[in-house]
């Protein structure tokens, strides 16, 4: 066996973020960087768990050379299975599948998720335990402790694998099998969601749905699972083909970037019944319908409050989890069905620990991220399948489902603000003068409200005591609203400033006003507080989703 111990130095910028390693391809691209990275996620695994991995990406610009460069990684580390996607395909709900199913050591996602791709684009590297999910914090801190004194790492010298044909192929002591990357995430969607009635919505005749795949990795999924498995009619897919940048496009699922889907519902008379998209790895969903948005936050709520029609989640939930920036309308479901709601930092990753213990049924982010513990993982497919079972059930619009709950537990009104690329030390210094005045903000009145809650929120891990600080500024009302203000984790250039605003209108009021007009008072008070524009050198939000 050849395997050559390369001496390195390390990188001092390995720090895994809000969820992995993200950087430029070219910051990738440098040498020893990916080697360095991948060396030291090998090391922090304990001894005994070094023996399979799964290993895929979302195709994106540098996926198939890094594949290539880690399968002759993980050889040389001794690891005894490794399965890869074919074509180097895996989402990463996917990812969190084949860990769990295959009763593997972990898995390596290779993604930059929603960020876009191509040589001048982003790139990424997650790492996935035992239980299917990403790694905790005590994990990720072991690894850029790793990397920040690496000295070596172990490569083996092979002839490229050829990962577009299934199969065994042996490298040293280590079987590399190329998998297909949907069979195992479609035998458990079937399990989850009752096929044969969403089979009958779509032959009805009278619904239509568009699935924008964005040119990511939902492509093959969703052509297997609502092509093939529910009939759904092949023009109802779009941007089916992954493309290593996406096909020029930013693959993030929301109102602004998923434009092309967006504009059929601009159409009156021939708008679909049902649309979603979903982002450059398929963990995140957007669901729209005839004349309606359904903001993430409310699809949590929607979902929490009818999971028990569906085969999958027919006993009932648990309990529900939501990230602190995301609305409370889950909250105000969960009181009502007399279960338990968490509130956790932005990440997928605190999730984890919960649903490990069996507090948690369902989860999820305001950043378009949804799941429940079928895996650890958020999941864009999952979602969509969840909203045409209901609808399959329910025999209703999409619009009605959702002025239905909100007739039934009133509306919180709902939009975050991003500005992007902002001067790295502008930004610091407007969130930290906030945080260094938050003492005094307690009772302050603005018109006919006051602050009520003035804190930097802090996590305390109910299932191991871990702790996380600093993890968002939340300014609540005396009318419930609320302004959380934090800093992006995942961004590869300057600093983007997400702003969160929500409103509650309660269930007799006034339930179909505009969001931005209806949110309006509250950007007033953020900019008094924080003088954003001033201080993002912004007139306005780069985006509004
Ligand atoms: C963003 C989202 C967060 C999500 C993460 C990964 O992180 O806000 O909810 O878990 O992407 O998809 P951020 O850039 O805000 O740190
Ligand atoms: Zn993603």
């Given amino acids: 066996m050849n395997i050559s111990i390369v001496g390195t130095t390390p990188f001092v910028d390995q720090k895994p973020g809000t969820s992995g390693l993200r950087k430029k391809v070219t910051v990738f691209q440098t040498p020893h960087y990916l080697e360095n990275f991948v060396q030291a996620i090998f090391d922090a695994i304990p001894q005994g768990e070094k023996t399979a991995l799964v290993l895929g990406g979302d195709g994106r610009y540098y996926n198939r050379q890094a594949i290539q460069i880690i399968i002759r990684m993980a050889a040389a580390n001794g690891f005894k299975r490794l399965l890869v996607g074919q074509h180097g395909y895996l989402s990463t709900p996917a990812a969190s599948v084949v860990i769990r199913k295959q009763k593997l050591d972990g898995g390596i996602i290779l993604s930059a998720s929603h960020n876009p791709g191509g040589p001048d684009g982003d790139f990424g590297i997650k790492f996935n335990t035992r239980n299917g999910g990403p790694a905790p914090e005590s994990v990720t801190d072991r690894i850029h402790d790793i990397a920040s004194s690496l000295a070596e790492y172990r490569i083996m010298a092979a002839d490229e694998l050829d990962i577009d044909t299934c199969g065994c192929y042996q490298l040293g002591e280590t079987t590399i099998e190329v998998i297909d990357p949907v069979s195992d995430y479609v035998e458990l969607m079937e399990q989850l969601f009752d096929f044969t009635s969403i089979k009958a919505l779509f032959n009805s005749g009278v619904f239509n749905m568009a699935f924008d795949a964005m040119h990511a990795i939902t492509g093959p999924y969703a052509s297997e699972i609502l092509v093939r498995c529910l009939g759904a009619a092949e023009e109802s897919l779009m941007n089916i083909q992954p493309k290593e940048d996406f096909g020029g496009g930013h693959p993030d699922p929301n109102l602004v970037y998923a434009h092309e889907l967006v504009a059929l519902f601009e159409q009156p008379i ?134 239905t709950h909100w007739q039934a537990f009133g509306r919180h009104y709902y939009s975050r603000h991003d500005y992007e690329g902002v001067d790295q030390g502008k930004a610091s210094a407007m969130i930290e003068g906030l945080r260094d005045r938050l003492d005094g903000l307690n ?67 006034k339930l179909e006003e505009e969001t931005q007009a209806y949110l309006a008072s509250l950007f007033v008070i953020a900019e008094e507080l924080m003088q954003l524009q001033s201080s993002t050198g912004r007139a306005k939000p780069d985006i509004i989703t």
């Fill in 270 to 403: 021939t708008a679909p019944d049902f649309g979603a998209a979903s982002d450059g790895d398929g963990d995140r969903n957007m669901i729209l319908g005839r004349d309606v948005f359904v903001t993430p936050s409310d699809s949590l709520a929607i979902m929490a409050a009818n999971a028990h029609l569906l085969p999958g989640y027919a006993s009932g939930i648990k309990g529900v989890a939501r990230s602190m920036p995301t609305s409370r309308a889950v909250d105000l479901v969960a009181e009502c069905l007399g279960v338990e709601c968490y509130e956790t930092p932005t990440g997928w990753k605190f999730f984890g620990n919960l649903m490990d213990e069996g507090l948690i049924t369902l989860c999820g982010e305001e950043s378009f991220g949804s799941g429940s513990d079928h895996i650890r993982e958020k999941d864009g497919l999952w979602a969509v399948l969840f909203w045409l079972n209901l609808i399959a059930i329910k025999k209703q619009s999409v619009h009605k489902i959702v002025l």
């Fill in 443 to 509: 009772g302050r009145q603005f018109g006919n409200i006051s602050i009520t809650l003035a804190d930097d929120f802090s996590y305390l891990d109910p299932v191991d005591g871990s702790r996380c600080d600093r993890q968002g500024i939340r300014l609540s009302f005396s009318d419930e609203s609320r302004i959380v203000v934090r800093m992006s984790g995942t961004g590869t250039e300057g600093a983007t400033v997400r702003v969160y605003y929500e409103r509650y209108e309660p269930a007799n009021g």
